[in-house]
C-alpha cells in the first residue's frame, strides 16, 4: 500500500499536466524516476525518531547528545553522495566554552551560469535539552521543535542528489545554537557573508511535524509580505501550500528563527516555512515535544508537496523572488 501511496503522489506532484502527444514509455520513464527519489513515510519516521530519542538527550549545543545529532546528518550527507561544501561537513563555533557546529551540505547547480547563484534550506537541530519533568521524563526531545525541520532537509538533499534536477547550487544547512539566540546561523550568515556568496534566496523550516486545519494552507511563511515568496512558490506548485499567518507578525516570528540572520547579512528573500500555528501542537518546549506526536503522512506529504516549488525556485532563468517595497 506504501509503494501505491508514492507512486500515486509521483504521478500527481510530477505528471499533472501533461500532454498527450508524449510517449507512455517516456511517461514511465519519467514517474519510475520520481517515485525513487520521493520521501517515504518510513525513511521520515525512522530518522524523526532516532533525532528525537533520549539516546539524544534533547541535542542541548556543547552536550553528547548533539554531537550524535550531528554524526547521524554527517552519514546521511556522505550515504547519499552530498559534498561538504566546507573542508568538512562541520562549520564550528564557540560560544565562551561551547563548541558548536552547523552541518553543511552541498549540491553544485548543473547550469553553467546559474551555478553561480546558491539557494539554501536550512533547520536547527539542536534543542533545549531538558524541562520541567513530567512522570519522571526530563529529556525535551524536539520531535517538532526542530527534529521535523531537520529531516525535511536532509530528505530534499536526498531528492536533489539522485534527481540532480538543481540549476542553482544548494546547500542543506543544520543549525545548533537556534535555542541559544539564533547563534549557528548567525555565525553561518556571517562567514558566508565574508566570503561573498552569491545567495538568491534562503528558506528556514521550523516545526513542520503538525498538520494545521483542512480549511487552512497546509504551511505559512513568516515575513510574508517583505517578499513574494510565498505567491512564487504557489506558482510553482499551481497549488496554494504556503500561506499567510496573522499571529507571525504578533509573535514576531520572523525575528526568531534561523531565516533571520542570513536576512540582515544578504538583505534578500530569507523566510521561514512551519505548519505549527499555535493551535495544533501543545507541547513547546516540554518533555512531551516526542515523536509519537509526530504526524508522518502530514510530514511527508508536506516534503513531498515542496518539491516542485523548490524545483520551480532553483531552476527560474531570472530571480523571481524578490523583496517587496514595504
Known sequence: MKILLSMALAITLFNCGSQKDTSETNNASEISSSVVTLALKENVKSSLEYLASDELEGRHTGSKGIEKAAVFIEDFFKENNIKPYFETYRDSFNLNSIVGYNVVGYIEGHDPELKNEFVILGAHYDHIGTAEPVNGDSIANGANDDASGTVAVLEWAKYFSKSKSNKRSLLFTLYAAEEMGLKGSGHLAKRLKGEALNLYTMINFEMIGVPRAENETIAYLTGYKKSNMAEKLNSYVKEDIVGFLPQAKEYNLFKRSDNYPFFNAFQIPAQAISTFDFTNFDYYHHVDDEADKMDFEH????????????????????????????
Open 299 to 326: 510530514m511527508t506529504s508536506f516534503i513531498n508537496k515542496m518539491i516542485p516549488a523548490l524545483e520551480g525556485m532553483t531552476n527560474a532563468s531570472t530571480k523571481e523572488i524578490k523583496m517587496n517595497n514595504e
